[in-house]
């Protein structure tokens, strides 16, 4: 019963293209019995999902600076301070994830190891940048900031993903925020046809 009533939470708070790529992963079993993260750019929210699809939790998130649904190609072999403003983007797409080490001895969810692209902790180390503010602000207007990466609430992390995803692989669904949802996920239309 509670996962009925979260998922009834979701689908009318939720934006349509998080609703109808979540109802397309469970509905075809795209997940392959995997946790899995819808992550809403426009919004700046996550969305987590064990491997039946129920909805877990959710939580604000940091994303790329720049806007875009592309990663440059190379830009996971380069240096943070090589990458240009422009080129801060948080890719669109799908992405089997899983847990594993980056700088620092971190344990991060490697979400597209060869862009390096993570979802982690939000990272407080230049003040400068209110990471924590962002997080907590009532919209999401101010949410893109990162290189690439996605940021979430140290304790959404540490008791919702880490959980869920340890000694598993699982689904990372990046919505776009310019491409449509077709050209990013094309299995959904093949589904939509079908049920017509």
Same mark, same amino acid.
């Given at each position: 019963l509670p996962s009925v009533s979260r998922a009834q939470t979701l689908e009318t708070s939720a934006s349509d293209a998080v609703n109808q790529v979540t109802h397309w992963v469970t509905a075809t079993r795209d997940n392959n019995g995997w946790p899995f993260i819808v992550i809403d750019k426009i919004a700046a929210e996550v969305f987590v999902f064990n491997g039946t699809g $129920? *909805?877990?939790? !959710? $939580? &604000?998130?940091? *994303? /790329? +600076? $720049? &806007? /875009?649904?592309? +990663?440059? &190609? /190379? %830009? /996971?072999? !380069?240096? *943070?301070?090589? %990458?240009? &403003?422009?080129?801060r983007t948080t890719p669109a797409g799908r992405f089997v994830a899983n847990f594993g080490v980056a700088s620092g001895n971190r344990q991060v969810l490697w979400v597209d190891y060869s862009t390096a692209i993570s979802l982690h902790a939000v990272i407080t180390t230049n003040k400068q940048e209110r990471r924590l503010e962002r997080l907590q602000s009532p919209t999401p207007d101010d949410n893109r900031i990162s290189y690439g990466c996605i940021n979430v609430p140290t304790d959404f992390y540490a008791n919702i993903v880490r959980p869920l995803f340890t000694n598993t692989l699982g689904l990372v669904y990046i919505l776009p925020e310019a491409k449509s949802l077709h050209a990013v996920f094309p299995a959904m239309k093949s589904t939509k046809k079908a049920r017509h």
């Open positions: $129920a *909805l877990v939790d !959710r $939580a &604000p998130a940091l *994303l /790329g +600076s $720049a &806007p /875009g649904d592309e +990663s440059v &190609p /190379g %830009i /996971g072999d !380069r240096q *943070l301070n090589e %990458i240009k &403003p422009h080129e």
